[in-house]
């Protein structure tokens, strides 16, 4: 069965400093998507990326960059210089062959100005 | 381009009350979810389908549950009677598929917060 796991619960931040919020992920299929959204206190999911197993490049967008490692079956989120607006639960979430979406638990990250 | 729209935004009954919460997908997408979300369980995967058609429904609670697709642009989930436990954020997805290994990101709704009294 696949499963996500997020560690952390909070993260609490001083404006400008920089976060990594964790995931790790169980799958026995080969071909499987790992994602990451975001859900601000608006409450809406905004999807952030999408990445397939076959792909470990990592990906830089803005202050954002996700670091993939298939070795130790993690997908990890950083933010850089990160502001108030980026105050969110960031849920990590995994989908396997069938389209079923599995999500952590979420991680809560508080930027204090 | 319109996101995925739900409604209501808000919905606030009596136990026992039946309750039906309405989805429109983005156009073009061929696949909607139906998800619950409560502090104590996260985000739960209730149903799924596919051209309309249910492919798993096995996050389902209960029969107290139900959901319909009768067309591509809209579905409804049904909850009849309600009851306290039934309180959540519901979420309605939708995303494009072109197979089995396609996976494109979902796309969410805002949501409908249920509050059963």
């Known amino acids: 069965a696949q499963k996500v796991t997020q560690a952390q619960t909070e993260i609490s931040v001083v404006e400008k400093e920089d976060v990594t919020l964790d995931c790790v992920y169980e799958?026995?299929?080969?071909?499987?998507?790992l994602f990451w959204y975001k859900q601000p206190p608006s409450g809406e999911l905004v999807f952030l990326i999408r990445?397939?197993?076959?792909?470990?490049q990592n990906e830089i967008s803005g202050r954002y960059s996700w670091n993939f490692q298939k070795s130790t079956s993690s997908f990890n989120f950083t933010i850089t210089a990160s502001q108030v607006v980026d105050s969110a639960v960031y849920f990590c979430a995994l989908s396997e062959r069938n389209s079923k979406l599995t999500f952590g638990k979420g991680i809560t990250l508080s930027v204090r100005p | 381009d319109a996101g995925v729209i739900q409604s209501p935004r808000h919905e606030v009954t009596e136990m026992g009350q039946e309750v039906t919460l309405r989805c429109k997908p983005i156009?073009?997408?061929?696949?909607l979810f139906w998800y619950r979300q409560t502090m104590m369980r996260g985000l739960e995967l209730l149903i799924y389908f596919n051209n309309n058609v249910p492919i798993d429904d096995s996050g389902m609670p209960e029969d107290r549950f139900s959901a319909k697709m009768p067309n591509a642009s809209f579905s409804t989930l049904k909850i009849q009677p309600s009851e306290p436990r039934d309180s959540a954020v519901y979420f309605c997805?939708?995303?494009?598929?072109?197979?089995?290994?396609?996976?494109?990101?979902?796309?969410f709704g805002d949501g409908t917060r249920l509050s059963i009294l």
């Open positions: 997805a939708s995303s494009s598929g072109t197979g089995p290994y396609s996976n494109q990101p979902q796309h």
């Open positions: 990445r397939n197993s076959f792909d470990e």
């Open positions: 799958t026995r299929d080969t071909t499987y998507y």
């Open positions: 156009s073009g997408h061929d696949y």
